[in-house]
C-alpha cells in the first residue's frame, strides 16, 4: 500500500524517501488543495481529486508549459470550480497553459485566448470575447444557449 507522496513521484512505499523529496511532494499536494489526504491512498480519493494529483504530477517535472487534455471531464461542478480555481492559479504562477476541452463555459472563464477546432481546422482564434461573439463559433459549438452561458462566465 503506497501514500499519496509515493504514487505522486512514483516511488515505493519503503519510507526511504528523503525530507526533501518529501516535502517537495507535500508542497504540491498542497498546490493543488489535496494537502489533508497526503497519506490516503490514491485508489481512495474521488474523481476530482484524483484529476488534481494527476496534475501535481505534472508539476512535480517544473513545466514551463503545461498540457492538460479535457482536466476536468467526468467531475461534478463542486470538482470542476476546484480544477478551473487550480488551472487559473498555474497560469499566474507563470506556467503556460495548454487547455483542450470542450466545456466551453470553463473555456471562457480560465482563458486569455482562445484557438477554436472545427473538424480538425481552425474556426477562430482571439480572446474569449472574440470567440465567444464569432459567428462561426457559434454556429458550430455555442448557439445562442451557449452564448449567454459564455458571457456568464467570462463578464
Do not use: W
Not at 461534478?76 to 470542450?102: P, Q, Y
Request: net charge negative; glycine share 10%; charged share 25%.
Amino acid at each position: 500500500r503506497s501514500s499519496l507522496l509515493a504514487d505522486l513521484f512514483g516511488l515505493p512505499a519503503s519510507g526511504r524517501q528523503n525530507g526533501v523529496t518529501r516535502d517537495a511532494a507535500l508542497a504540491l499536494l498542497a498546490r493543488v488543495g489535496l494537502a489533508d489526504v497526503a497519506q490516503a491512498t490514491a485508489g481512495s480519493l474521488s474523481y476530482g481529486a484524483l484529476k488534481r494529483l494527476e496534475i501535481a504530477r505534472a508539476l512535480a517535472a517544473d513545466p514551463r508549459v503545461l498540457l492538460l487534455d479535457e482536466p476536468a471531464a467526468g467531475c461534478n461542478a463542486v470538482e470542476t470550480e476546484a480544477i478551473d480555481h487550480l488551472i487559473g492559479e498555474i497560469a499566474k504562477s507563470g506556467i503556460a497553459v495548454v487547455l483542450i476541452e470542450h466545456d466551453m463555459k470553463l473555456v471562457m472563464k480560465i482563458s486569455d485566448r482562445v484557438l477554436v477546432l472545427a473538424q480538425g481546422r481552425r474556426l477562430a482564434e482571439g480572446t474569449p470575447r472574440e470567440v465567444r461573439e464569432n459567428p462561426a463559433v457559434i454556429a458550430a459549438y455555442l448557439g445562442e444557449h451557449g452564448t449567454r452561458e459564455a458571457d456568464r462566465a467570462h463578464g
